[in-house]
């Protein structure tokens, strides 16, 4: 039982901690914080506007909805969770110079869907590598083993084991109790090995598995390409490997693309999750500012801004078609406001003409009376 004294303590200390907490909140950001937020609002814009447009293209257009695209909106999607519901709470922490101000409710669905969001970003790489790898290994068997429902499944699967992956973060492993998420913190080294491990250097080690075989195909048909030219002939096995070779130089174009954005995302990932680990298991109190902004906070949101850019980038159907659809969104209601515009100032200009006309015709009349 809690004695008087002692809950009149428990009381006033809860009651400073408090005041402390509103002290911290109120005070404006330093200059530091400041430009920190600006670059946070840069991404998240870029981050919502290009991933949406990817969704939204991938959507919409019937040619586009291929397995290597619907995996592709996969990612996209996920990018766009972080713009949307993973961002915000960044950059509100940040303008309050990294207290959190809002309740702990929040904070839970701000750890909950940032896990989430970058668990199925690396399964989505994980599944398109091996997508990758069937459509080279086996072109001429890829329709059938990756149709439309294949896809659909897999990428279920990713967000199925993203969701499950980060719901086990409401439970401190290390500490064996219910996690309570006390300052917007998660003081749980075993849980960040494990979910670490499993969401993002066991998929990355599927992803360079894959990658670096395709490479290695790459190499091969690019050689091949270079010393035998294709010359028509009535041999059914000649034509089958022509027919062979030209699919599989088809499919690297898609590998290039994917090999970039993979490359990008390791930069952007690889320096955050060494420097959280090794924040729980050996302390790091005296972590540089620069490196915790670069590394911890700018690189991993920096990545899914620019994932859209490199699809479009690689992929040319996709391009034309996020090109037509901004063309017809911005530039269509400025063409028809500037028609409008027009026809309303010819008619103007008409009515004022035929008033003139009307009331030169009166005016003879009146004169001739």
Known sequence: MIQGNDSSRIHLRQNASSNTSLELCSLPPTSRHLALSATLIGICTVTFLGNLAVCA?????RALRTTTNYLIASLAFADLLVSLFSM?????????????????KACALWFWIDLVACSSSVGSLAAVSIERFVA??????????MTRSTGLKMIAFVWLYSTICASLGNYNWTFNRVETFEGCGKNDPLFYTVVASLVFFLPVGIVITAYTYLTKIAFLQRRRTLTNSVRPTRNPDHNRKSLRRSRVLHELKAVKMMACVVGIFCISWVPFFILVLLSFWHDLQNMPRGVRDIFVVILPNLNSSVNPFLYMAFTRELREHVGRMVKNLVFKPCCKNSRVAGETSWQTRSMTVGETDVRQSIRNRELQN
């Open 57 to 61: 293209t991938v959507f919409i257009h």
């Open 136 to 145: 080279v290994k086996y072109p001429l068997r890829y329709p059938v083993l």
């Open 88 to 104: 915000p709470f960044r950059i509100h922490f940040t303008l309050r110079n990294d207290h959190w101000c809002l309740d702990l």
